[in-house]
T-cell receptor, first 113, second 112 residues
Framework: DAGITQSPRHKVTETGTPVTLRCHQT?????MYWYRQDPGHGLRLIHY???????DKGEVSDGYSVSRSKTEDFLLTLESATSSQTSVYFC????????????FGQGTRLTVV | QKEVEQNSGPLSVPEGAIASLNCTYS??????FFWYRQYSGKSPELIMS????GDKEDGRFTAQLNKASQYVSLLIRDSQPSDSATYLC????????????FGKGTMLLVSP
């Protein structure tokens, strides 16, 4: 998985609690992304980062925040988890430039009960 | 209109046949195009990328791009049961911070 580690791999949490997912890379890629994948919706971009402390929103960013204090780590926080945030979350990395591919982590399956 | 559209399938083909997977995109400013394969319960893995009009071949896989028609396809020759997976089309725009937009994927089933 191209030196990308997501943690935890599985998590069950209660509605209303904060949750943080971690993505760690050893590839020194500048760009990092958080996607969620749901049946019928495919992969949707939540937030992305184009450098340390540089982040921006994707198409489904409501209820999520991110932080990137080091090149290798990108954190996704669900501020107050809701059942609609039950999903599989994927981290991806890439180099800048149009013709560069993105590599994905193993995914985190999050269940909000 | 969705930015990247794929038929959800499933597309069923017999072993040894050619599987043809299609994708259309709406943004004429799109620059680069990718095909990912995703097995059930696994993460997407890149199998092909294409940036110029025409065909690009890699083993049993051929990607085809037609920017005028805003259409990209993936052909899998000599399909094998191990090719059974969901195939995701992804598109990157020319401008901005190079985020990838994905289609919902096409499920391919190859029967022995």
């Amino acid at each position: 998985d191209a030196g990308i580690t997501q943690s935890p791999r599985h998590k069950v949490t209660e509605t209303g609690t904060p949750v943080t997912l971690r993505c760690h890379q050893t590839e020194n890629h500048r760009y990092m992304y958080w996607y969620r994948q749901d049946p019928g919706h495919g992969l949707r971009l939540i937030h992305y980062s184009y450098g340390v402390k540089d982040t921006d929103k994707g198409e489904v960013s409501d209820g999520y925040s991110v932080s990137r204090s080091k090149t290798e780590d990108f954190l996704l926080t669900l501020e107050s988890a809701t059942s609609s945030q039950t999903s599989v979350y994927f981290c991806a990395i890439s180099e800048p430039g149009g013709n560069t591919e993105a590599f994905f982590g193993q995914g985190t399956r999050l269940t909000v009960v | 209109q969705k930015e990247v559209e794929q038929n959800s399938g499933p597309l069923s083909v017999p072993e040894g046949a050619i599987a043809s997977l299609n994708c259309t995109y709406s943004d004429r400013g799109s620059q680069s195009f990718f095909w990912y394969r995703q097995y059930s319960g696994k993460s997407p893995e890149l199998i092909m990328s294409i940036y110029s009009n025409g065909d690009k071949e890699d083993g049993r896989f051929t990607a085809q791009l037609n920017k005028a028609s805003q259409y990209v396809s993936l052909l899998i020759r000599d399909s094998q049961p191990s090719d059974s997976a969901t195939y995701l089309c992804a598109v990157r725009r020319k401008s901005g911070y190079s985020t990838l937009t994905f289609g919902k994927g096409t499920m391919l089933l190859v029967s022995p």
